[in-house]
Structure formats: C-alpha cells, structure tokens
T-cell receptor, first 119, second 111 residues
Framework: NAGVMQNPRHLVRRRGQEARLRCSPM?????VYWYRQLPEEGLKFMVY????????ESGMPKERFSAEFPKEGPSILRIQQVVRGDSAAYFC?????????????????FGPGTRLTVT | DAKTTQPPSMDCAEGRAANLPCNHS???????VYWYRQIHSQGPQYIIHGLKNNETNEMASLIITEDRKSSTLILPHATLRDTAVYYC????????????FGQGTELSVKP
C-alpha cells in the first residue's frame, strides 16, 4: 500500500509566479490535510479537506493561497504570486474515515513534503 | 485541545530505553494523547496514541498516568535512527481535524 505521495519534491519559483503542490492520499483515505513548516520553525496547520469540501481552513493565509480536493485526482495547494516568505516545506497528510464511536480512526499519515524555494 | 509541555531536548545512549515525558494537565475526558515524530527533513510519522490505558505497538509504548495529566513515550531500545523531534499532541479522539504541533522534544541518540 503506497504511502502519501507529494510532488514535486522540490519546487523553485521566482517572486510573482504561481506554485502548485500536489498530494495523493493513501488508498482508501478521504481526508487530506496541509501543513507548512517554515525554516527553523514548527509545523503549522493550514487546511483540512474532504472530497470536494473544505472542512477547516483556519490556518490558511487570507490571500494568495487556495486548496482543493476534487472528486477525482490529487489534492492541490495553490499559491499565487509567491513571495520569499512562502519558502518552506509543505507537508500533506491523509487519514481514513473518521470514526463516530469506539475510538479514533484518524491518525494522520504524512507525505515526504514539497520544498518550495522562492527566488 | 489541551496544551502539552515537553522538555526541549534529551539525549539517550544507543541500545538503551528512551523515556520521553509529556505534561497535559488540562486534558479533558474525551481527549486522546498522540505521539508523532519528525526525523530531519522528513514528514512527521505517527507513532502511537492512547486514552487512558497503556498502549504498546511495534514502535513504542505509551504510559499514561492514572489521572491522565501526564504520559511517557518509551522507545525500548533506541537506535541512531530514532534521532528526531518527538511531538506529544492532545486532541479529541473520534473526530477528524488538525493536529497542533508544539515545539516537541529533540531526542539525540548517541553511540
């Protein structure tokens, strides 16, 4: 069973360009999360999606950032008009269906990350 | 979600047990304790979780005190590959949602 896949692993963009980061969850997982790790800082939650729905985007910057998880295909994190401060590692995680009783079923499994460098 | 407190760093000799403490004195009755780790530059890795009973899997053991205000992650025979930042996270169990990572404990396993 393949793990969470992210591509590209490394992405270089010039200021003002767009960055598209892709995440394919583990087979059978319908929940996707995006986290950002700035250099020398901790992991910060950005957004939580289920198929075709954004559940929690409380960690997303108000401008330039968007995320989607379509019915078919990978989840996409899109950053428009990138700036140097966007340089970071972006991690995607997926989890199986949420349990409603009998204990949690939602440990999150992380991908290897995409390292974005803005020049 | 309840706040957790962990020591910023710890050392452990290779082959010895690594005991990583976590305080979560404000934990609620429906909150679970989760442990993740992040080996340098890699994505975080789920280790183990528990509610009130001690838990063990192939990676580690989790000991939760009776009052649930603290817990200890035990790596029984630490190896150099266990060098990582270990995160203790408390959150409501049977719901999806974000993980809130603190600063964690940087464990250095030394030969």
């Amino acid at each position: 069973n393949a793990g969470v896949m992210q591509n590209p692993r490394h992405l270089v963009r010039r200021r003002g360009q767009e960055a598209r980061l892709r995440c394919s969850p583990m087979k059978g997982h319908s929940h996707v999360y995006w986290y950002r790790q700035l250099p020398e800082e901790g992991l910060k939650f950005m957004v939580y999606l289920q198929k075709e729905n954004i559940i929690d985007e409380s960690g997303m910057p108000k401008e330039r950032f968007s995320a989607e998880f379509p019915k078919e295909g990978p989840s996409i994190l899109r950053i428009q008009q990138v700036v140097r401060g966007d340089s970071a590692a972006y991690f995607c995680a997926s989890s199986p269906s949420v349990g409603t009783s009998g204990g949690p079923k939602h440990e999150q499994y992380f991908g290897p990350g995409t390292r974005l460098t803005v020049t | 979600d309840a706040k957790t407190t962990q020591p910023p760093s710890m050392d452990c000799a290779e082959g010895r047990a690594a005991n990583l403490p976590c305080n979560h004195s404000t934990i609620s009755g429906n909150e679970y304790v989760y442990w993740y780790r992040q080996i340098h530059s890699q994505g975080p890795q789920y280790i183990i979780h528990g509610l009130k009973n001690n838990e063990t899997n192939e990676m580690a053991s989790l000991i939760i005190t009776e009052d649930r205000k603290s817990s200890t992650l035990i790596l029984p025979h630490a190896t150099l590959r266990d060098t990582a930042v270990y995160y203790c996270i408390v959150r409501v169990g049977n719901q999806g949602g974000k993980l809130i990572f603190g600063q964690g404990t940087e464990l250095s396993v030394k030969p």
